[in-house]
């Protein structure tokens, strides 16, 4: 489809009560994992970031044939914290698309260093305390346009 990207997540966009508050099209998804990188705490947030480092794997989500405007959404949901690149992802849903066991797929990776936490984020503890709240914050970005 030209314009569209398939989208590596890693963090609350995994959960379709957040990415469904962001884009507006319905995408397909398969679990995937990143080599390569490593997904840390942030000081003072709820949410990740993710920074190269030899060695390491990030487990995801990856969503399929993004279009171009939901892209926009995308970028400015992540704001100037991250900057997209593209990288490989290997599918583990093989359901997905059988022909492939990795696809090509863009990736928000973490600027501002300072912030990086030495532990990895806790999905888990996001999942238990703070993914309801941050869904509900964003449904109301999204009733305002934002």
Known sequence: MPGAANVFTYGSLMYPQVWERVVRGRY????????????????????????EQAGARVLGRVYFDVLADDLARLDAFESTEYQRCEVDVALLDTQARP??????????????????????????????EHLADFARVHQADVARGL
């Open 99 to 128: 022909a492939s066991q990795s696809v090509r797929a863009q990736l928000y990776v973490y600027l501002r260093h300072a912030r990086l936490l030495p532990q990895d984020w806790d999905q888990a503890r996001f999942e238990r």
């Open 28 to 51: 397909r998804s398969a679990l995937a994992a990143l080599d390569g990188f490593r997904r840390h705490a942030l000081a003072g947030v709820s949410y990740p970031g993710v920074v």
